[in-house]
């Protein structure tokens, strides 16, 4: 394995690290009393910005070497993904929203363990990913770790969760 490989992915240990330290302090500690739609909210607002993937297909952003097979399905699945959550969003308040919001998280989810099969099937090197080699390393353990913030707080059961809360505020 070359050199800048282990560093790629030490990165991508310590980002992991970082942002489970994050969240375990900050983050889930302000969503877990919140409503589900309450809490969801900031998570598929974050979300919202895997706009940021469709720079795998931008020429000069990334080495003209990418590999296609990577790039195109990373950023169209993150695209897709960040439609999900805007949708999510848009219909939070709704009947639909949880089942979008499952929708997008599972989509969101498989895009990123895809983008990661793709990266080492095809053989992609750190160096590759030019200016974008701060999303696998920086955002997207960020966004796994809310993917399973998000199935967390789907999968709360809202009958006990208020009578939690009840009890809670008095």
Not at 68 to 96: K, N
Not at 140 to 152: E, N, Q
Request: hydrophobic share 55%; net charge positive; no cysteine.
């Amino acid at each position: 394995m070359p050199q800048q490989m282990i560093w790629f992915f030490v990165s991508i240990v310590f980002s992991l690290i970082a942002w489970g330290m994050v969240t375990a302090r900050y983050i889930w500690p302000e969503l877990r009393h919140r409503e589900r739609a309450e809490a969801l909210r900031p998570l598929l607002i974050l979300h919202s910005f895997r706009f940021v993937g469709l720079a795998f297909v931008i020429p000069g952003v990334v080495s003209p070497g990418l590999p296609p097979a990577f790039a195109d399905s990373a950023a169209y699945g993150d695209i897709l993904a960040a439609t999900l959550a805007l949708l999510a969003l848009l219909t939070l308040s709704s009947g639909a929203g949880a089942a979008i919001t499952w929708i997008f998280s599972l989509w969101g989810t498989a895009d990123l363990l895809n983008a990661f099969y793709q990266a080492n099937h095809a053989g992609v090197l750190a160096g590759q990913l030019g200016a974008t080699y701060f999303i696998p390393t920086l955002i997207v353990p960020l966004l796994l770790i809310t993917h399973g913030l998000v199935f967390r707080i789907l999968m709360r059961r809202e009958k006990n969760f208020a009578m939690h809360e009840s009890r809670h505020s008095a």
